[in-house]
């Protein structure tokens, strides 16, 4: 199946400040990239997505790119606030919104 | 309005006992369904999906298996439990627009 790479594993950034996450993805059929956050103890839930036929996609502060040449996409949060505090993975697959492959998650930390 | 319910949410098992994770689905037919295993500080592995009842593909070889005797319903099952079976066990389910996760189960086998 595909294999998705994510890093940093952790990050820790000051509040105000940006954060960047980035991911790899084997498979060049991959055609959807969502992105997940989860809280401690919690169901992951869906914060932001991206198909492969879009580059960039902007929720507020949030916003998604996708290289398809390079094969990596990465997540941008900015003007961070302590509640972005979470685990975000990354995960891609071939058929749209099925069988997603997970990245290992990034620990976000914001510092106040 | 969809909904998913996985129980239980916390499980305190014994090596060697048996297992059963339940999940099931409201409001949506024929969904897709998966079970994911998170161990503490990594990732989610994919562990089984179906896409019918009766339909189970897995993604890994382990002492799990799984189980769709309805369309809105996923069982996971073991019928020895070992110590490296504790984690975040969560199921979730797709219609190809998107994922829902259950709210997980807490498995510790001691």
């Known amino acids: 199946g595909e294999n998705v790479e994510q890093h940093p594993s952790t990050l820790s950034v000051q509040e105000g400040d940006s954060a960047v996450i980035k991911c790899t993805y084997s498979?060049?059929?991959?055609?959807?990239f969502p992105w997940y956050k989860q809280e401690l103890g919690k169901r992951p839930q869906l914060i932001i997505d991206?198909?492969?036929?879009?580059g960039e996609k902007k929720d507020q502060r949030i916003a998604v790119t996708l290289n398809k040449t390079a094969k990596h996409f990465s997540l941008h949060i900015t003007e961070t606030q302590p509640e972005d505090s979470a685990v975000y993975f990354c995960?891609?697959?071939?058929?749209?919104?099925?069988?997603?492959?997970f990245g290992t998650g990034t620990r976000l930390t914001v510092i106040p | 309005s969809q909904t998913i319910h996985q129980w239980p949410a916390t499980l305190v098992q014994p090596v060697g006992s048996p297992l059963s994770l339940e999940c099931t689905v409201e409001g949506t037919s024929n969904p897709n369904l998966y079970w994911y295993r998170q161990a503490a500080g990594r990732g989610l592995q994919l562990l089984f999906y179906?896409?019918?009842?009766?339909?189970i593909s897995s993604e890994v070889p382990q002492n799990l298996s799984a189980s769709r005797p309805q369309d809105r319903q996923f069982i996971l099952s073991s019928k020895k439990l070992l110590l490296s079976d504790s984690g975040f066990y969560l199921c979730?389910?797709?219609?190809?627009?998107?994922?829902?996760f259950g709210s997980g189960t807490r498995l510790t086998v001691v």
């Open positions: 498979d060049s059929a991959s055609n959807y």
């Open positions: 995960a891609a697959s071939i058929s749209g919104a099925n069988n997603l492959f």
């Open positions: 179906s896409v019918g009842i009766g339909q």
């Open positions: 991206i198909r492969s036929n879009v």
């Open positions: 979730a389910w797709s219609d190809g627009l998107g994922y829902t």
